[in-house]
């Protein structure tokens, strides 16, 4: 299997953790019972509950390898590694579009927790790898498939601490 580093939030793998314990818990022990029923009615070669059942027990079991492998291949972010001034892992980031002038505000997740529709964007998308590393204030190139897209910074929430500023010398 894949040993892929999956970046997650502490919110992320507590959510991939809940998953597999209630597909452990839950789900195995349903679709178990399923096959039990299934195999009670007679001939397995025509039985469609049967092999609805052992197709949803093959997509479980596939499920639960996946959720082991990515928490045993977890990094959690630490925000306190990045500077709260700079777009990061974890960071909360509203932009502009300066083409249309709308607003958008989300939070830059690992590509395992990545739900746009719920306003979590992964650092590997166009987007998400532009803003990385950027400051408030900056405007941002992204390539879209509907060509270049700019994003101006408005705001960047984090629990980042602040990096002291240089003294001079």
Do not use: C, W
């Amino acid at each position: 299997m894949n040993d892929k580093e999956i970046v997650l939030t502490a919110e992320g793998l507590t959510k991939l953790e809940h998953e597999l314990d209630e597909l452990k818990t839950v789900h195995r022990r349903d679709v178990n019972d399923r096959i039990r029923q299934a195999k009670e009615y007679g001939d397995l070669s025509e039985n469609a509950e049967y092999e609805d059942a052992k197709q949803e027990q093959a997509f479980i079991e596939g499920r639960i390898l996946k959720l082991e492998a990515m928490i045993r291949n977890a990094r959690i972010i630490d925000e306190s590694e990045y500077a709260a001034d700079e777009v990061h892992l974890g960071a909360i980031v509203k932009v502009k579009d300066l083409k249309s002038n709308e607003g958008y505000e989300f939070s830059i997740v690992g590509s395992a927790e990545a739900d746009p529709s719920n306003r979590r964007i992964s650092n590997e998308s166009p987007l998400g790898r532009a803003l990385i590393g950027h400051k408030k204030g900056a405007t941002v190139d992204v390539a879209t498939p509907r060509g270049l897209a700019k994003y101006k910074i408005e705001s960047i929430k984090s629990n980042a601490p602040k990096r002291p500023a240089k003294k001079a010398s």
